[in-house]
């Protein structure tokens, strides 16, 4: 499991490099150039970067990171089920195993045993964000991005001294039942192993 390399490129935002397909360009509407090795260089929006959070406060740029992120995995979830995933990326930038900074745990990527390289949240996967407008134009100024906003910043105070705290009990991984290619099976990696129901997924902390 690799992680991808975020960089600063000058005169743009953030350059992400991926060894991925140029199909992705058709649903993120991203500009991009290929580097002599063949991977993929996506010019990420500097607005929408993220700088790395620290427990006590949320930049905008991370905010808008994992907002992005609901959008593709939880647009149309319950809002418990997703300040629930929000927790997620919370407590995976918290462990570090994904990196140290917003962009890195959003934007992480994973190789399949056919050697395909995937990123964790399917909402960034071409074949998964058909329609999900992740990175489309204005999808900042929609309904949708307002309410998943707020459940981000609710679920970062959640995580405060004195705050609700975590319903997810420290869940870095999670499922969606009615989403897997057999109604309601259980991923390989989450068999045997306790899990949470909150909305229509399901929450697992893996060791």
Not at 64 to 92: K, W
Not at 127 to 141: C, H, I, L, M
Request: positive net charge; without cysteine.
């Amino acid at each position: 499991m690799t992680q991808p390399t975020i960089t600063k490129a000058a005169g743009l935002g953030f350059a992400a490099f991926f060894s991925f397909g140029a199909a992705v360009l058709l649903t993120t509407g991203l500009t991009a150039q290929h580097t002599p090795s063949g991977r993929l260089i996506l010019d990420i929006p500097r607005e929408a970067a993220g700088t790395g959070t620290q427990r006590r406060s949320l930049s905008n740029g991370d905010l808008s990171l994992v907002t992005r992120t609901l959008v593709g995995e939880a647009a149309r979830q319950s809002d418990d089920e997703a300040r629930a995933i929000a927790h997620v990326i919370f407590n995976r930038l918290e462990s570090k195993r994904w990196g140290g900074t917003v962009a890195s745990v959003v934007l992480f990527q994973e190789q399949r045993p056919s050697g395909r390289w995937t990123y964790a949240f399917t909402a960034y996967n071409p074949e998964f964000n058909a329609g999900r407008n992740v990175w489309g134009a204005g999808v900042e100024r929609t309904k949708a991005w307002r309410r998943l906003e707020q459940l981000v910043r609710e679920a970062w105070q959640a995580r405060a001294v004195g705050g609700a705290g975590d319903p997810t009990g420290g869940a870095m991984h999670y499922w969606h039942p009615a989403s897997m290619p057999k109604p309601n099976a259980i991923p390989r990696w989450a068999r045997g192993r306790e899990s949470l129901a909150i909305g229509g997924a399901r929450f697992v902390k893996l060791p």
